[in-house]
């Protein structure tokens, strides 16, 4: 896992600014009474600042991984100093070693 230290000395800025912002888009979705089964777009939460991929999850599993990990990303994208926990369909699992 390479790690590129960010010039603020934040490594882990962007991820956890993406994890509060897809807090943000479970709460509305459960707001709006999505059903729970569909799958709702959540942003990837790499340390790419340019990343813009979506991860489809419903709101079931994206409760569920989030207990899991520390972040969730698209398939093969990184989060610098973190640890890929869990690779499934469509999002792998990083948690912050
Ligand atoms: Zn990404």
Redesign the pocket.
């Known amino acids: 896992m390479s790690v590129k230290p960010t010039a603020d000395g934040y490594p882990h800025l962007r991820p956890e600014l993406t994890r509060l912002r897809n807090g943000r888009i479970a709460q509305a979705a459960r707001q709006h009474r999505f059903d729970p089964a569909v799958a709702v777009p959540f942003i990837?939460?790499?340390?790419?600042e340019r990343?813009d991929?979506l991860v489809r999850l419903s709101l079931v599993e994206y409760t569920r991984l989030r207990r899991d990990c520390d972040f969730l990303?698209?398939p093969g994208?990184e989060v610098d100093d973190a640890t890929v926990t869990r690779v499934k369909d469509g999002v792998w699992l990083y948690r912050v070693s």
């Open positions: 990837c939460e790499c340390s790419e990343c991929e990303v698209a994208h």
